[in-house]
């Protein structure tokens, strides 16, 4: 599907990107006011803390397999850290490290195929798109987790309701 040199192309796009949703992420993360970690919506969602969790223990996985080349243990998220001080330092010492070792995955192995609990069988290159999209979405649910507590809510790709858009003075 992709030649190494492809593979390895589509992998600097990739760690690009997450090089800016890794900043974005982490400032929704910080966002979560500490007395509401319990709150849900609904009763079939997961609790903020549960689901800042689930953000932060996935990214670290993803990661992890696309630098190993495999995906082992399911991605069980386990047991969250009591508080959301220390969900932001876990993500803080193990997140944007992995950029480094994915950065040095050759082409060879980012262009082979992976199988992915015999769901997909793609490239590996291709599992960072889906790594970054996973993100994507449940940090989507985050923010309306902190905005219907009434917390603070950053921007995400340009302005909210607490941080709205501010043409910079040069354009």
């Known amino acids: 599907m992709f030649t ?7 992998s600097m796009v990739f760690l690009q990107s997450l090089g800016n949703e890794v900043p974005t992420t ?3 993360l ?3 006011p500490e007395a509401q970690l319990d709150f849900k919506l ?3 969602g997961r609790t903020t803390r549960e689901l800042m969790w689930h953000i932060v223990h996935s990214e670290k996985w993803f990661g992890e397999g ?3 080349g495999s995906f082992q243990g399911g991605g069980a ?3 969250a850290p009591a508080t959301a001080a220390e ?10 490290p992995i950029s480094g070792k994915i950065a040095a995955v050759s082409g060879e192995q980012l262009a082979a195929p992976v199988n992915f609990f015999n769901v997909f069988n793609l490239p590996l290159v291709l599992y960072m798109d889906f790594w970054i999209k996973h993100t994507v979405h449940h940090r989507g649910q985050l923010s309306m987790h902190l ?3 009434n917390a603070h809510v950053p921007d995400i790709y340009g302005g909210s309701a607490d941080e709205p858009f501010q043409m910079p003075a040069t354009a």
Request: glycine letters at 8%; charged letters at 25%; a positive charge.
């Open 87 to 96: 969900i932001l330092a876990y993500y803080d010492q193990h997140v944007p």
């Open 77 to 79: 998220d386990g047991t």
């Open 30 to 32: 910080a966002a979560v």
């Open 4 to 10: 190494p040199d492809q593979a390895k192309g589509l």
């Open 147 to 149: 905005r219907a507590m």
């Open 26 to 28: 982490r400032r929704v």
């Open 42 to 44: 609904g009763e079939k």
């Open 66 to 68: 696309v630098a190993a």
